[in-house]
């Protein structure tokens, strides 16, 4: 079946007679019952393993669904990507995970799918295409349009399935996914498997508009199929897999039955008795069985079939429940991957370079050397960046350098998506202060992939962000909100001061296995510091010494530590040696070379541009007082912003910030203490 753009194909969603599409020879029919069954069987003893206390946190089956996961995966190939979501055990079933992982997983056990890891919710093979099912509703679909990216620039033929249930349609993952998925024409098929509650709200109650309006004003195919016919199921997958390969997205909505609760343990009490016992009238297992039987498939055949499944259930169920637990010493382990070692190569000699001309260099250089490589961002390409930092990227990397929507989620999806689909994308958030409209794809996904899939996943990501007060841009374009990504595991943050170290830790941080950000100071775009050699690179976690002193070490990052080291520089004519340290990376922070520099000048103060509560002064005097404590000879002190919004009029963003004044009084009084 072919669907032109824009066009809405409805396949019948009522089937009173049970006939159903040829869906391949009998053998073929007949394998797919018993996969049909064992999705079946798979969900019966979960649920009731929740039920007797044998399984921790939330579960939330799909029984009832079986159908639609099957069919959906049937036409996939093993290097098509699928991304699933709180209900996602049938998905991954269907795309070929091993059912004894999948259980030992939920009862949290060592051979668990993801180590015990991730449970229910977060179960994730890339190995064989699965991107992950997802406690987050909607998260999963621009994961999807990212690994569609990855796919089409390194014409691997993949397409990407991304399924979500019918309340993920009123999210905004959803809008910017298929508008983005549709501006560049990905292989991607969102796939809704509409059971008619979105957890306990009827679907009605929800939505003022059809997914099949929705779809058409995105210029999107619909496709609607009965989700309880699994050979219904797989025909229309088929023919929407070919035509996503060929032509871009598509949406598919599956019309399926919840025969359960939205959680295991939901009494239902919302819900429709009527609507209720017509979902247990289209059991698909009952579907496809009466098919088999009208095509001539003996019922001794079919009950083998059934309890083969049962059978084998059990066996996995038992196997997993023997299985141990993890170790409870590898707790922390998979937050992050190992950096691979680099080395700072150094500068060129007499040659002076703007911080804005090291990026730029360090993206061109990172696109050449990285073929799989590609960089997306608002305004990015042809415009070059509203700081001009990418200016002639486009013109030389071509379709690799990418503009995006006003759609910041989406565009952060795309490198949590391309980076599992083993791609390497950089993207730029125009203005840190941005980084809410698209929290999730930060704290949920990108930070934690790693950790929840036991390291299967590649998160390797490089997130462009820019801060800086000063010129009255006002509370919500002047934030320094380091502290908020450094306070989440699995996040790497770095914040360079000069051209060189621009240079080499985004060069770094691009070829990192890690997901990283990296925030540059906007009002050092324009200042000129030497020049590095191309290939230059910093190590991430180590501080530079900027100035070798003996009374007080002075630590700080960005912009301010070159107030810092000017402020040192005065007061060495009033016998003061401040020693200052630049900590380029925030997360994770050199506490060696810090506490190295403590213990030799006894005293310690923490400069930074961010407000002083809960910021990364707080962190480092924290563990300096517990590690240093002997060390001290004064109090740690901290020079930071106020703790208000940026100001708009000049003068009182002036008194908000932190000064060269308030810094050398500062450290006066520490060493006079």
């Not at 399984?55 to 995966?73: D, K, N, R, W, Y």
């Not at 297992?285 to 039987?293: E, M």
């Not at 630590?555 to 005065?570: D, G, K, P």
Request: glycine letters at 10%.
């Amino acid at each position: 079946m072919q669907a032109s753009r824009g066009e809405t194909i409805v396949m019948p969603v009522e089937a009173p007679d049970v006939q159903s599409v040829s869906a391949g020879p009998l053998v073929d029919r007949l394998a797919l019952y018993e996969q049909l069954c064992t999705i079946r069987e798979f969900e019966l003893v979960v649920s009731a393993e929740y039920a007797a206390g044998r399984i921790p946190g939330f579960v939330h089956t799909a029984l009832g669904q079986e159908a639609s996961a099957l069919g959906a995966c049937t036409p996939l190939a093993a290097s098509d990507w699928i991304t699933s979501n709180h209900r996602g055990h049938a998905h991954c079933l269907a795309k070929g995970m091993s059912a004894r992982e999948m259980l030992a997983e939920l009862y949290g056990r060592a051979s668990g799918s993801v180590g015990g890891r991730g449970g229910s919710m977060h179960i994730a093979d890339p190995t064989i295409g699965i991107l992950g099912a997802n406690g987050i509703v909607g998260a999963g679909l621009p994961i999807a349009v990212g690994a569609a990216l990855a796919a089409r620039l390194g014409n691997t033929g993949a397409v990407s399935v991304a399924f979500f249930g019918d309340g993920a349609v009123a999210q905004g993952f959803f809008h910017e996914s298929i508008n983005l998925a549709a501006l560049l024409r990905l292989p991607v098929i969102f796939f809704c498997e509409n059971n008619g509650y979105a957890e306990f709200t009827a679907a009605a109650d929800g939505h003022p508009v059809t997914l099949s309006q929705r779809a058409g004003g995105y210029g999107v195919p619909y496709i609607a199929v009965d989700g309880s016919d699994l050979f219904q199921v797989i025909e229309t997958m088929t023919s929407a897999v070919t035509e996503a390969r060929s032509n871009g997205p598509l949406v598919v909505e599956a019309f399926v039955s919840r025969f359960h609760g939205h959680y295991e343990g939901d009494q239902q009490k919302y819900r429709d008795s009527q609507h209720l016992q017509e979902a247990l009238e289209r059991d698909p297992i009952i579907r496809a069985k009466t098919i088999l039987l009208n095509e001539g498939v003996s019922p001794s055949t079919l009950l083998d079939i059934e309890k083969r499944a049962a059978t084998a259930i059990a066996a996995a169920a038992e196997w997993a429940w023997n299985e141990p637990d993890p170790e409870v010493g590898g707790a922390a382990d998979y937050v992050l991957q190992l950096e691979p070692a680099v080395k700072e190569k150094g500068l060129i000699a007499g040659e002076q370079m703007k911080y804005i001309e090291a990026i730029r260099k360090a993206i061109s250089d990172g696109l050449e050397d990285a073929p799989d490589a590609f960089f997306a961002g608002i305004d990015v390409a042809k415009g070059g960046g509203v700081f001009g930092v990418s200016r002639g990227l486009w013109d030389r990397f071509g379709d690799r350098v990418i503009d995006t929507p006003i759609s910041e989620s989406a565009l952060l999806g795309l490198a949590v998506g391309g980076a599992m689909a083993g791609g390497t994308p950089l993207v730029e958030v125009m203005y840190v202060d941005f980084i809410g409209a698209a929290f999730d794809q930060i704290l949920n996904q990108a930070a934690k992939m790693h950790f929840m899939t036991a390291g299967r996943a590649k998160l390797g990501m490089t997130i462009r962000t820019q801060f800086g007060a000063g010129k009255s841009a006002g509370s919500q374009h002047s934030q320094s909100l380091e502290a908020l990504l450094a306070h989440i595991p699995g996040l790497t943050v770095v914040m360079p001061a000069t051209s060189s170290d621009a240079y080499g830790l985004l060069r770094t941080a691009m070829e990192s296995p890690n997901p990283v950000v990296f925030i540059e100071n906007r009002g050092l775009y324009g200042r000129r510091s030497p020049a590095p050699v191309r290939d230059h690179r910093v190590p991430i976690g180590r501080a530079r010494i900027v100035r070798s002193g003996t009374d007080v070490t002075v630590v700080s990052y960005s912009r301010m530590v070159l107030t810092c080291a000017e402020v040192a520089e005065e007061l060495e004519s009033e016998g003061i040696s401040v020693e200052v340290i630049d900590l380029r990376t925030i997360s994770p922070w050199d506490r060696a070379q810090v506490m190295e520099s403590v213990k030799k000048t006894s005293r310690l103060v923490i400069v930074h541009e961010a407000v002083e509560q809960f910021g990364v002064g707080a962190e480092i005097a924290a563990y300096a007082a517990r590690h240093g404590f002997w060390y001290l000879d004064a109090p740690i002190v901290r020079v930071a912003a106020k703790f208000s919004p940026a100001p708009y009029s000049p003068p009182l963003e002036r008194e908000w910030l932190p000064n060269a004044l308030e810094i050398s009084q500062t450290i006066r009084d520490t060493v006079a203490f």
